[in-house]
Nanobody
């Protein structure tokens, strides 16, 4: 079992920045992938960014060049640095974790994750 808790959401004007954090209870061991997802009312949850244990990352096209996913040194905190924010980035942001077999890599699909946080609201005004 793992518990994930997001923080860092808030309100910002278009062009601003926010840094989201996701604290994972316990020590992450073995192979894994972690990801950030977002959801707006009436829409499916969308994969934003993913990182695997080996440091491989992937991003959805709409955030490439603006968002950066990373982990702190002890690997127990997932970070999403969001720059040049746009109103269309407004959503509830969730972090997620999946322990994997070697070589499974990154993923932006919800089905590829087992543990989820409760979400943090990000609002970008124009």
């Amino acid at each position: 079992q793992a518990q994930l808790v997001e923080s860092g959401g808030g309100s910002v004007q278009s062009g601003g920045s926010l840094r989201l954090s996701c604290a994972v209870s316990g020590t992450i061991t073995g192979n894994y992938r972690m990801g950030w997802f977002r959801q707006t009312p009436g829409k499916e949850r969308e994969g934003v960014a993913s990182i695997a244990r080996d440091g491989t990352t992937t991003y959805t096209d709409s955030v490439k060049g603006r968002f950066t996913i990373s982990q702190d040194n002890d690997k127990n905190t997932l970070i999403l640095q969001m720059n040049s924010l746009k109103p269309e980035d407004t959503a509830i942001y969730y972090c997620a974790l999946k322990y994997t077999a070697p070589g499974w890599g990154v993923s932006l699909r919800q089905i590829d994750y087992a543990y989820w946080g409760q979400g943090t609201q990000v609002t970008v005004s124009s």
